[in-house]
């Protein structure tokens, strides 16, 4: 497994939406790409694709989260 350390800091788009990023890319032919990261303070594991149309998150990382979420339909 490669390991490489990215940092970005991205400004506030004024609704508080996402103030920084840090995470650690992992790197695996076999299992994809993944960051190692984290929401609102909260760890997590995240898949890079590419190609997603919709952001999936795990309920118990959403839970942990205690923010309001907005439900929209999946567009298939």
Known sequence: MVKT???ATMADSGNGELL???AE???SMEA???LE???WGV???MLV???AKETLL???IAQKLNQQFIYTAPNI
Do not use: E, F, N
């Open 5 to 7: 350390r990215s940092q």
């Open 20 to 22: 920084a990023l840090l």
């Open 25 to 27: 890319m992992k790197k």
């Open 32 to 34: 994809g790409l993944y």
């Open 37 to 39: 990261g984290s929401i």
């Open 43 to 45: 760890p997590c594991l």
């Open 49 to 51: 694709d590419t190609g």
């Open 58 to 60: 795990r309920t118990d």
